[in-house]
Every structure is written in structure tokens, then in C-alpha cells.
């Protein structure tokens, strides 16, 4: 018999991956809609739980109205001889693979940027409860993780209900984070790996270090090697260093070793503190993005609830797909809250000294880790909403990215006649000229448009277009 004959739907790793679209969807559950959604494991006394036990606080999926968005708050309360507090953040992260395990179930992200859909034909199958939702879990963590002995689950779709346990959720996450940190990748012999996310981000190997956490900020090293230990077959694995490639840009050969393999060749190298050449591959489940501004020459940073447009006029989800699905795309970098605590953060790149803009709501949560000296040099949508705007309030502020910047004035004296620019402009080998999103060429009547280009190039030639000053305005 399987131990899923009573469960209205198909269960099995086939529909990890599965993606639900809003038209076929029955109703949303967290997501980028709802402030307030979480989910949270605790590891507790055995006399504290009772095995098996599913609550329910606030309406069930059947009285949710069909393509609804709803709050949802998950807490997974689990016992055991062996288990101990360390093992939380690893239960929390499994809630993630196990409902996906569900035919037309989807789930993404963790903590508290969960989002979670359910498909209208699982709904007519019968999948209209969180009790059926809550039993696939109860067996699936008892079957991956045996020294669970006990396990309760409580789903939470009353607004007030939520919001009260998200509270309490918030400094859980905290004081985990605040544990792992003080410890230095230098001082270790073993980093972790995570491919839990390779069912959306198929070559998608995620490194995790004392100094950097994992992108969807939830698997610290600690957690990691807590994994590792009681799951070594698991989705989470040791990983050993290896020689030092590069210190500066965190480049192991250790890691790159075990990137390959685990990607299947797909990824050969990476380097961890930059989001240049070879940069850490990223998911769909980050927490952020750091991208690139050209205009500035600095980084601006992004996180998944924020709405509207970033300071470049790109929203996050545009963003978002610029560097998910495993890929290593320069000038973007999925990253955690987290990792921007880290004194590694964008290590190669010039740290905080390259950061200019950043949502507010992720400056206040990490203000006390940007050196003093540039806490208040650095933007927010609330002081700047356009590259002009951020242009004049960098210059203003003296952020040290001023210093690096050349004077138009210089280039337009360069630019007068053919003779003046038809000699090469040298670059160093290998330098990208440019890296863009998006890159328009118009020629033969046809436009081609170049999506995430990177231009290398030995020489420039610059040439003024007939009719036309340097500066791209008629005569």
C-alpha cells in the first residue's frame, strides 16, 4: 500500500518543478500581495507535540474564494530524541522540496517570502483541504528525516493570527542568523552545497560558507553541516575547499570541482565574493539581487517584496529573470539579506564603497553592518527614483564611486573628427566593453535586439554619424 492512497492527488519528485500559472490557479497563498506570510520550524520537547496532529486557524483552502490571494502562516513543530535546535533551519528548508512533491501544488521561497499556488484541477481532484497538504508533509518529513519521531503541523490563514506569529517568526530567523555569524570562511575546511532548487534552476549549485549565506537566506553553514550529517545522501552535501585559486574573489578549486559535477558540467568554476567572471549561479529563491548601474559604475540592490521600479527603471521580477535559472550572468548576483551582513559581501567588487541604491526597507534591516562613512551616502527610492536623480545625490553626498568617475568634458574633447578618434582605443584583454540587458542594432531595415549582451572588443573606433555632433544632437 502506498502512503499516499488517501490523498486525492499524485505524490512523487515527478512534480517538482511544476509551475502554475494565475489562470489555472484555484488561489495564491503568500506571494508578493501579502505583507505578512511565514513559515517556521521549531525543534520541541516530545511531551510538547502530538504526532499527527494537523490545525487549522482561519478559513480552510475550500472556503478561500477561487483566485484569491490569502496570508498563510506554516509552523512545523517536530520531536525527537536526536534532534536538537540546530536542526531547524533544515526541517524549515524541506518544507519547500516536500510540497513540491504534490501534484498541482506549487511552492517558492522561504521564511517569510513564501508563495505558494494551488492548480484548479488538483482543487476538482479533491485537494481542497490543508489537512491532505498537512499529512503529505507529516510522511514525507518522517521518511526523509527518521530521526523525527514526532511531528504537528499548524496552518494559519487568519490575518490577525499571522501577523502576531510572523512577529515571533522574525526573531527566530534572527537569532539563528546572528549565531552563524562571527566565524570566517579562512577558518574552515569544508564549505556545504544545496541543490534543493535544481527542479527550477536545473544547474544550479548553491555554495554555502560562514561568510556567505545561502541565496534564499535560509541554510547557513552551520545548518549546512547539520544537514549534511544526518541526510549525507541528501540534497545538501559537504563540500571541500580545495586549494585557493583566488582569496580576493573566493575562488576554490574544491568547489569548483564539486559545481561541475553537481551541475553536470554546466558550471566549471566560481568565484564567490564577485559579480564578475564566473560569478555564484543563482536560483529563482533568492531574498535579493545585486545588479549592475553602468551610469554610476555601482551596484544598486534589490529585494523580493519590493514593488514598483528600482532606480535603473526595472522592476525587481525584470531583474529577477535577468540571473535566474542557474546561470552566471555578470552584473547580476542572486543574493540573501544575509550575505549582505557579511564582511565578504561583493568582497572583489569594493563592498559597501560600490553599493549606491537600495530599497529602504533593506537599509534599515542592514544599516549597522555598512561602515559608517557610507551608511548615508548610499541611496534609497526614497532620495533617488531616476540615474539622474541618483547621479545628483551620489555627488552630493561625496560617495566614494565619485572619485572613480572620468569628466564628460574629456571624452567630448576626443570626439570632434575621425582623424582624432580613428586610432584604437586600448583595452585590457579579456575587459568587457559593455554588458547589457538589452541591446538594440538596427541595420537593413531590420532592429536585433541583443538580450544580456557582453561586447569584448581589442579596438573602439568612433565615428561621427553625417549630419550629427558628437553628442548625438542635429547641426
Known amino acids: 500500500m502506498s502512503m499516499f492512497e488517501d490523498i486525492p492527488v499524485e505524490v512523487g519528485v515527478i ?9 489555472n490557479m484555484q488561489l495564491e497563498l503568500g506571494g508578493p500581495k501579502q505583507e505578512h506570510k511565514f513559515e517556521l520550524a521549531k525543534v520541541k520537547k516530545m511531551d510538547e507535540v ?8 482561519g478559513p480552510d483552502i475550500k472556503d478561500l474564494k477561487e483566485g484569491s490571494s490569502n496570508p498563510l502562516g506554516i509552523l512545523v513543530e517536530v520531536a525527537g530524541e536526536k534532534l536538537e535546535t540546530d536542526l531547524e533551519g533544515v526541517v524549515e528548508r524541506r518544507i519547500h522540496e516536500y510540497s513540491n512533491f504534490i501534484e498541482g501544488f506549487m511552492h517558492l521561497n522561504q521564511r517569510y517570502d513564501i508563495w505558494l499556488r494551488l492548480d484548479k484541477k488538483s482543487y476538482q481532484k479533491g485537494l481542497n483541504s490543508f489537512q491532505e497538504i498537512g499529512k503529505v508533509l507529516q510522511r514525507l518529513f518522517k521518511s526523509g528525516l527518521p530521526i523525527i519521531e514526532k511531528i504537528q503541523i499548524t496552518f494559519f490563514t487568519d490575518p490577525e493570527k499571522i501577523k502576531e506569529h510572523w512577529k515571533g517568526a522574525l526573531q527566530s530567523y534572527e537569532a539563528r542568523d546572528a549565531k552563524a555569524r562571527g ?9 556545504y552545497g544545496c541543490t534543493l532548487c535544481q ?6 549549485v548553491c555554495v554555502i560558507t560562514p561568510q556567505r549565506y545561502s541565496n534564499c537566506g535560509s541554510i547557513s553553514w552551520f545548518d549546512g553541516r547539520a544537514s549534511a550529517r544526518i541526510d549525507p545522501k541528501g540534497p545538501i552535501f559537504e563540500i571541500e575547499k580545495g586549494d585557493v585559486i583566488d582569496a580576493e574573489k573566493g575562488e576554490f578549486s574544491g568547489v569548483n570541482n564539486t559545481v561541475k559535477q553537481k551541475s553536470l558540467g554546466e558550471v566549471t568554476r566560481v568565484r564567490l565574493y564577485t559579480t564578475f567572471g564566473y560569478p555564484h549561479t543563482s536560483c529563482g529563491c533568492f531574498e535579493g539581487v545585486a545588479f549592475y548601474i553602468p551610469e554610476v559604475d555601482g551596484f544598486g540592490l534589490v529585494h523580493r517584496g519590493f514593488q514598483g521600479e528600482t532606480v535603473n527603471g526595472l522592476p525587481f ?5 535577468s540571473t535566474a535559472g542557474g546561470r552566471q550572468v555578470d552584473g547580476f548576483h542572486g543574493i540573501s539579506i544575509e550575505y549582505m551582513r ?8 569594493g563592498g559597501w564603497n560600490r553599493v549606491v541604491w537600495l530599497p529602504a526597507t533593506v537599509k534599515e534591516r542592514v544599516k549597522e553592518f555598512v561602515p559608517k562613512e557610507v551608511v548615508d551616502k548610499v541611496a534609497t527610492e526614497n532620495e533617488a527614483k531616476t540615474i539622474g536623480e541618483l547621479k545628483a545625490f ?8 565619485v572619485e572613480t568617475w572620468k569628466k564628460p568634458a574629456a571624452v567630448e574633447k576626443a570626439l570632434p573628427t575621425i582623424a582624432e578618434v580613428e586610432a584604437p582605443i586600448e583595452m585590457p584583454a579579456g575587459m568587457p566593453v559593455a554588458t547589457v540587458p538589452s541591446l538594440p542594432i538596427t541595420t537593413g531595415g531590420y532592429k536585433i535586439i541583443m538580450k544580456n549582451a557582453k561586447i569584448y572588443a581589442n579596438k573602439i573606433i568612433i565615428r561621427p554619424i553625417k549630419g550629427e555632433k558628437a553628442g548625438g544632437k542635429e547641426e
Open 199 to 204: 527542479s527550477f534552476a536545473p544547474t544550479h
Open 342 to 349: 557579511s564582511p565578504k559581501f561583493l568582497k572583489a567588487d
Open 50 to 57: 502530538e504526532d499527527g496532529k494537523i490545525t487549522i486557524i
Open 317 to 321: 521580477s525584470t531583474i529577477a529573470d
Open 183 to 191: 566565524l570566517k570562511d579562512a577558518e574552515v575546511d569544508k564549505f
Open 394 to 401: 551620489l555627488e552630493e553626498r561625496s560617495h566614494p564611486i
Open 15 to 23: 512534480y517538482e518543478g511544476e509551475r502554475i500559472r494565475r489562470k
